[in-house]
Structure formats: C-alpha cells, structure tokens
T-cell receptor, first 111, second 114 residues
Framework: GQQVMQIPQYQHVQEGEDFTTYCNSSTTLSNIQWYKQRPGGHPVFLIQ?????EVKKQKRLTFQFGEAKKNSSLHITATQTTDVGTYFC???????????FGSGTQLTVLP | DSGVTQTPKHLITATGQRVTLRCSPR?????VYWYQQSLDQGLQFLIQ???????AKGNILERFSAQQFPDLHSELNLSSLELGDSALYFC?????????????FGSGTRLTVV
C-alpha cells in the first residue's frame, strides 16, 4: 500500500533558527496536506498543495510540492516557541478515499 | 473548538472490557474518519464513513467496529480490550468523500486500558 515517509522524526532547534521537514511518498499524489499538532492537542489543518511544483507561504511557513508530486517540504523561518509541535504531512491518491499520514516530525524550539 | 465533538475525553477501563467512543462531526460534514494515535506515534487510519455508509477500512482490528448514524454522528466500539489498545483515538470529519479540503479533527478520546 501507499507509504508516506517523513524525516526527521525529531528536531531540536534554537529559537530563531530555521526548520525543515520532508515528506516522501512511494506513489504519486493527487494532493498533499500539512497538519500541526501541538503537545496535548489534536492535528490542525494548515494547508493543501495540489499542483506540481506548487509553493505556498503562510507568514514564516513555506510549503512546497515536488515536481513529480511524490514529495513535499515544510520550511519554517526563524522559529518561535509557538512553533513547537508535531508536523504531519498527509498524502492523497486519486484512487483512495482517505489521506495517508506521514509519521510526523516533532519540533522542539529551545528559548 | 474545532466543531468536531468527541466524548468522552478520557476513559479508563480494564482488559477484556468493551467501550464506545462517540463523535459528532462538524456541521455540514458528511465524512467521518477514525484514527488511532499511540504514544509518540503517528496517526493510524482505522475506518471512514460517508453519509452513513462505510467507505474505507484501514488497520482496524476485528475487535473494533464502527458505525455512522442517520444524524451523521459516529461511534467506535472497542471490545475485548487489551493493554496495547491504550491510545488516543481521534475522530475527524470532512465535507467531501476524499477530504480534499482538509480534515477537521476532534480533541480525541484518551483510552487507558489497565
């Protein structure tokens, strides 16, 4: 079945440093979504990417969808303590009814 | 408040018992998904319902079952509970069948089996 791999599993950064998490799918995706789960919280939808090579920005967050639509990345510039949490990518195939979530990257921001 | 309501928030029960988790989707959403999240683990898809019908199954154990009712709320039944079933169970909903516009998650039910 479809697998969505996410790296790194854990990332510790100093406040102000940049952070990137990468997502790779074993199959071509129709779209990819990103979610953030704060400690003790539930996943919250951040964004969706649909087009090959698409880049979207949300303030300090930049999301990219690869040209082959099999990989994606989330980059955070100048991290803040409010960025702490686990970031999940979730891929959708045109033939599937539900998203396949990556294993997540747990971000810790040290003040 | 995400609009997806899950009850109860916490549940402690003994091995061998049966529990029912309840989810009310966001108003207007027709799809309901159930996910299991173990400690420091990812989100494991269990099952999806759309407008009352089962549409997709993931890694759901035979001891687990679910249904979606005419008012679109859903219940996840877990029976013959084992210690390894201890986890956070999330319900999510989406307006469409494929979740194209994103999932809205509830705050989860934390199940502890002792």
């Amino acid at each position: 079945g479809q697998q969505v791999m996410q790296i790194p599993q854990y990332q510790h950064v100093q406040e102000g440093e940049d952070f990137t998490t990468y997502c790779n799918s074993s199959t071509t995706l129709s779209n990819i979504q990103w979610y953030k789960q704060r400690p003790g919280g539930h996943p919250v939808f951040l964004i969706q990417l649909v087009k090959s090579g698409e880049v979207k920005k949300q303030k300090r967050l930049t999301f990219q969808f690869g040209e082959a639509k099999k990989n994606s990345s989330l980059h955070i510039t100048a991290t803040q303590t409010t960025d702490v949490g686990t970031y999940f990518c979730a891929g959708a195939r045109s033939s599937a009814r539900q998203l396949t979530f990556g294993s997540g990257t747990q971000l810790t921001v040290l003040p | 408040d995400s609009g997806v309501t899950q009850t109860p928030k916490h549940l402690i029960t003994a091995t061998g018992q049966r529990v029912t988790l309840r989810c009310s989707p966001r108003s207007g959403d027709l799809s309901v998904y159930w996910y299991q999240q173990s400690l420091d683990q990812g989100l494991q898809f269990l099952i999806q319902y759309y407008n009352g019908e089962e549409r997709a199954k993931g890694n759901i154990l035979e001891r687990f079952s679910a249904q979606q009712f005419p008012d679109l709320h859903s219940e996840l039944n877990l029976s013959s509970l084992e210690l390894g079933d201890s986890a956070l169970y999330f319900c999510a909903s989406s307006v469409d069948l494929e979740g194209f516009y994103g999932y809205t998650f509830g705050s989860g039910t934390r199940l502890t089996v002792v």
